[in-house]
């Protein structure tokens, strides 16, 4: 089989999607080449809540994005502002100042504006009422500038996406697994595809390689993140196994960013290997701030409260990883149990109750009763009651004197029922990947752009490093998506 197009997409998730619609602008012909099946198709983003970490100045940026917003709505939520100068602080912080500028600088600035695009071309967006707002005297307040969801979230992200790209004659091919790039020395040419056991060449004036990263792929996680990582839940799509990234190392691309880094999670401690749709992100376990976690030792190992969980969540994975034996359990009792996020009330979940400390420390498995009971007994000590609990800010309410004292929100655990849930690691993503330029072409090892080839999403390297602010993978897979898409389109149009 052989085929002639102008721009082709490697990738079926919210990066590739978004550039295919910025290709479109131009009228081109455009193929969609998606690895997965169409019933395990849209990659991670389908996995997701949805969530868009964008920056507004108030409510009325919010409804030009979101005209469904009713005035009673808006008058029951108090949105406060994200503004540029929030998100800027906000990567450099969590990426200990390590995200590259120039990515950066396109992340933040162009992100309401391709929200706004997006919102253009036919997206729905709804605020996060559930997750990211806590009702105070009747009105719902946003505390972690994360405001804005795709509605129906991950499913409905990419539900929405295939209807607007085939609306505007994009193809999409399912079961369609790029091989390689074909490359003339000069300029990538096409890509060697297999489907259905067959392997054919198609033909392209442009590329754009936005097919994940390697979070799937025990091998490379073992191989790049480290020993242990090989034992790590995939959050996610089973199909992101650094095909795209391996592909432009073949052919000479740069690689960049923190490639022993990743995205990881507390996650059910007997979720499945690779993420279950029916589930989405469900096998989180995210109200760990509001309660303490211990290890097979029954000692705490990590300050729960150090941020709000948007800003701590991404790194904690990597810590549970590392305790004896790759778990902790999350520890809550009778004060915190109605606060629990959803994700803590569905059917798979591993969860024990108890209704004395006896009891629970006897039925939390893998952990020593004596160690953990006298955790509980030095912890419950520490907590200064003083200070009132308020989930909505960082409360101060802390440990004092402990060897790993909780900054925020520290409540004591003695009244009954007691409830914990066992998480181990799941990786949602890989932070290392390919080098691009800011019009998105893929770089080689000299830094001079490859003809041909762009990339956008999780496979481009240089953002985040050590952590990561959550709602900014969808974003970034929108600003990039959309400003591949672009070049690509407007390189091959002339
Ligand atoms: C459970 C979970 C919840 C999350 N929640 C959020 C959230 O709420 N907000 C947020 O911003 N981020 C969230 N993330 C992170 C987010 O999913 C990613 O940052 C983002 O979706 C990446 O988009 P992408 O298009 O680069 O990759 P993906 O969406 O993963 O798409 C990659 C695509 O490439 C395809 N592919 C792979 N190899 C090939 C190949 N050789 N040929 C052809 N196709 C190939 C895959 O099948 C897939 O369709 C979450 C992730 C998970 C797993």
Redesign the pocket.
């Known amino acids: 089989m052989s085929d002639r197009w102008d721009v082709i997409l490697?990738?079926?998730?919210?990066?590739?999607f978004c550039a295919a619609l910025a290709a479109a602008e131009r009228n081109l012909k455009i193929l969609v080449?998606?690895?997965?099946p169409e019933d395990e198709?849209?990659?991670?983003?389908r996995?997701?809540?949805?969530?868009?970490?964008i920056v507004y100045n108030g409510v009325e940026d919010l409804r030009r994005l979101m005209p469904d917003l009713t005035d009673q709505e808006a008058a029951i939520s108090d949105f406060g502002t994200y503004t540029s100068d929030q998100f800027f602080d906000d990567m450099f912080r969590v990426t200990r100042y390590r995200t590259q500028g120039d990515l950066c600088e396109r992340l933040v600035v162009k992100s309401y504006e391709s929200a706004l695009w997006l919102r253009e071309k036919g997206m729905r967006f709804q605020p996060i009422w559930g997750r990211q707002a806590y009702k105070i005297d009747g009105r719902f307040k946003f505390w972690g500038g994360l405001t804005v969801e795709a509605w129906g979230g991950?499913p409905g992200l990419v539900e929405q996406h295939v209807n607007i790209a085939k609306k505007r004659g994009i193809e999409i091919r399912y079961g369609?697994?790029?091989l390689s790039l074909i490359y003339d020395g000069h300029a990538v040419t096409g890509v060697r595809v297999k489907q259905k056991g067959a392997i054919y060449d198609l033909q392209a004036k442009a590329i754009v390689l936005?097919?994940?990263g390697f979070e799937s792929n025990p091998e490379w996680r073992t191989r790049y993140l480290g020993p242990g990582w090989e034992l790590a839940k995939v959050?996610?799509?089973r199909?992101?196994?650094g095909?795209?990234i391996r592909m432009a190392i073949d052919i000479g691309a740069s690689t960049f960013g923190n490639w022993s880094g990743c995205h990881a999670v507390g996650w059910d401690y007997n979720a499945p290997e690779f993420?279950d749709l029916s589930v989405?992100?469900n096998f989180?376990k995210h109200s760990y701030p509001w309660g303490i976690m211990v290890n097979a030792t029954g000692r705490r190992f990590v300050d729960e409260g150090a941020d709000f969980r948007n800003y701590t969540y991404a790194k904690y994975g990597r810590v549970i990883l590392n305790q004896p034996d790759q778990f902790a359990w999350q520890v809550f009792d009778k004060k915190i149990i109605p606060m629990l996020r959803d994700e803590y009330r569905i059917k798979r979940v591993t969860k024990v109750t108890a209704s004395t400390l006896e009891e629970f420390a006897k039925k939390l498995e893998g952990v020593d009763p004596k160690g953990f009971l006298d955790e509980i007994k030095r912890y419950n000590e520490a907590v200064r009651k003083d200070v009132p609990f308020n989930p909505n800010i960082k409360d101060g309410r802390s440990t004092q004197g402990l060897e790993i004292d909780k900054s925020n929100w520290a409540n004591t655990i003695e009244e009954p029922p007691f409830e914990a849930y066992q998480v181990t690691c799941g990786i949602?993503?890989t932070f290392g990947g390919l080098r691009i330029d800011t019009a998105g072409r893929v770089l080689d090892a000299g830094e001079a752009p490859i003809p041909g080839l762009y990339a956008?999403?999780?496979?481009v390297g240089g953002l985040f490093y050590f952590n990561y602010p959550?709602?900014?993978?969808?974003?970034?897979?929108a600003v990039f998506g959309r400003l591949a898409g672009g070049s690509a389109g407007k390189a091959v149009a002339g």
């Open positions: 490697v990738g079926g998730g919210n990066a590739a080449l998606e690895r997965a198709s849209g990659g991670n983003s996995f997701t809540a949805g969530a868009f970490r991950g369609a697994r790029a936005a097919c994940g959050r996610g799509t199909f992101n196994s095909d795209g993420g989405g992100d989180q949602t993503f956008a999403g999780e496979l959550g709602g900014t993978g969808l974003m970034a897979g």
